[in-house]
């Protein structure tokens, strides 16, 4: 089977989940050059296919990874985006990484971010992971993990 039959499949599995939960879109699936699928979702009222926090798509796209592995036989990543939701929430999270190193190199004391999700703490810690003056690390359980970010320990 080659790239382009598994992202039609993916596609296509992308098209009967979302027939089956009644939510009529637009769906594109990409396979980029990580061999990673990209499904972007679009159209009107996909509030509730998004969730409170973004879990709607959260839940949505694990379970298209495990469907899209149970179909093509692999371990493909799968990430879906559904109205710009995502990129523009990334942007949101890299600004509130950026402005809290800044708020933690003046005061000099660590701040403990609200819980995230861990795609929404992985960016922190890669917003971050080229800066000297800050360090970070994830601290909790389940629900209540979250990032703290500290400054570095510079002789």
């Not at 992308?14 to 699936?29: N, P, Y």
């Not at 009222?45 to 179909?71: R, T, V």
């Not at 809290?100 to 005061?107: E, K, Q, Y």
């Not at 360090?135 to 993990?145: V, Y």
Request: hydrophobic share 40%.
């Amino acid at each position: 089977m080659d790239e382009e039959d598994k992202t039609k499949i993916v596609e296509e599995l992308t098209h009967e989940v979302l027939r089956e939960i009644g939510v009529g879109a637009k769906i594109s699936v990409l396979a980029d050059e990580d061999k990673c699928f990209k499904i972007d979702i679009s159209g009107d009222g996909l509030g509730a296919l998004i969730g409170f926090h973004g879990e709607g798509l959260s839940g949505l796209q694990l379970f298209l990874n495990l469907a899209a592995h149970k179909k093509l036989g692999e371990w493909r990543r799968v990430l879906v985006d559904i109205g710009g939701y995502r990129a523009e929430r990334e942007q949101k999270i890299y600004e509130l990484a950026q402005r809290t190193a800044d708020r933690v190199r003046f005061l000099q004391t660590p701040v403990t971010l609200n819980p995230m999700p861990a795609f929404e703490r992985r960016l922190v810690h890669l917003a971050l992971a080229e800066d000297k003056t800050v360090g970070t690390e994830s601290m909790g359980e389940g629900w209540e993990r979250r990032v703290v970010i500290r400054p570095s320990q510079q002789s």
